[in-house]
Nanobody, 120 residues
Framework: QVQLVESGGGLVQAGGSLRLACVAS????????MGWFRQAPGKQRELVAS???????VYADSVKGRFTISRDNARTTVYLQMNSLKLEDTAVYYC??????????????WGQGTQVTVSS
């Protein structure tokens, strides 16, 4: 059973930066596409960025050019560097892995997430 622990969130002013980290337990990490998601109050969870085992990345249009996803397989950790933060980036951020069936998460598991709050 994989476990995911997100960290690095906090309160930051608009235009600032944060770096999120997600440590995954279990050997499945190195063979999995990983993704960062976010959920703002009253909104559905959305995929922000993903990275394949080969390092290929995909970003949501709303974060292109501002966020960078990366991974360290030796540390079973995926990162999200967030620059030029905007008020609308405020959300709880989660990571997860692709389940091999076209979706995300194994057995519906999600970590606790990390809160990012951007202030004006």
């Amino acid at each position: 059973q994989v476990q995911l622990v997100e960290s690095g969130g906090g309160l930051v002013q608009a235009g600032g930066s944060l770096r999120l980290a997600c440590v995954a337990s279990g050997s499945i990490f190195t063979s999995s596409t990983m993704g960062w998601f976010r959920q703002a109050p009253g909104k559905q969870r959305e995929l922000v960025a993903s990275i394949t085992t080969g390092g290929g990345t995909v970003y949501a249009d709303s974060v292109k050019g501002r966020f960078t996803i990366s991974r360290d397989n030796a540390r079973t950790t995926v990162y999200l560097q967030m620059n030029s933060l905007k008020l609308e980036d405020t959300a709880v951020y989660y990571c997860n892995l692709a389940n091999g069936f076209g979706g995300w998460s194994i057995n519906g598991y999600w970590g606790q997430g990390t809160q990012v709050t951007v202030s004006s």
